[in-house]
């Protein structure tokens, strides 16, 4: 049976002090299925009980398991290691996030910054009594930006968010574009103000790592460009799209 062997980044906050990660080597015997979230499995269960990672649904879905593999931002229960070029797989956590433990992030911001834009449906009418209708056309506006899984990949790899700590990030604008577009979303007036300000959509400066980031191939950068451009016309115009 062919080895992988995987060299995963270290840092325990009770006996490393800040800064002092370090890189662990491991041997992983493999079929061609196992991929990268199996390995570190067999790494915990077998060769080093104290290694601390995330994970939840192992379909891609949760996004809980994104971390920096072979210098890319991927699932690791997508990414197949027989995929993986060269002869060492190193595993790092999401860069520029802080570290609760070895490949597991503080996701505090990340998601204080999502719960901020008010991911939700908003009505200002009586609620309905059955289902909102939607047409086609209209549910087809939010077939790529549902996609997003919130793993935060995006996040991560956004210059703006390293240099501001207070910008929303495209995670959060992505959402926020979500909403904005849904046809059952009354809030737009609502909404308005927490994306439209320099800590909102203009402090994106296109750079669209966030595009080439993304484990799902959506595309955060177009997103908020819609809302620089909404709000814009919202203030102009006073149109409410």
């Not at 491991?26 to 060769?47: I, M």
């Not at 909102?200 to 993304?214: L, S």
């Amino acid at each position: 049976m062919p080895e992988a062997r995987f060299r995963i980044k270290r840092w325990d906050p009770e006996s490393d002090e800040a800064g002092a990660e370090r890189y662990d080597e491991f041997t992983v015997p493999y079929d061609t299925s196992l991929t990268v979230l199996e390995g570190l499995f067999y790494v915990q269960e077998r060769l080093d009980g104290s290694l601390s990672f995330r994970y939840c649904c192992r379909a891609a879905v949760c996004g809980s398991c994104a971390m920096y593999i072979d210098g890319r931002y991927r699932l690791a229960c997508q990414t197949n290691v027989r995929h993986l070029t060269g002869d060492v797989i190193t595993v790092e956590p999401l860069p520029h996030m802080p570290l609760v433990k070895d490949l597991a992030c503080d996701m505090t911001d990340f998601f204080a910054k999502y719960e901020y834009i008010k991911p939700y449906l908003m009505r200002n009418s009586a609620p309905p009594e059955k289902e909102i209708p939607q047409s086609p056309k209209d549910r087809h506006k939010l077939d790529e930006p549902i996609d997003c899984i919130l793993c935060g990949c995006c996040y991560s790899s956004c210059p703006s968010v390293w240099g501001e700590e207070n910008y929303l990030g495209p995670h959060a604008l992505l959402k926020a574009y979500r909403f904005e577009i849904d046809s059952r979303d009354q809030a737009r007036r609502e909404r308005l103000p927490r994306f439209d300000n320099e800590r909102g959509a203009y402090r994106c400066h296109t750079i669209t790592n966030c595009v080439e980031a993304c484990p799902k191939e959506l595309n955060p950068t177009e997103a908020i460009q819609w809302l620089k451009g909404a709000a814009v016309r919202r203030r102009i115009l006073g149109r409410l799209k």
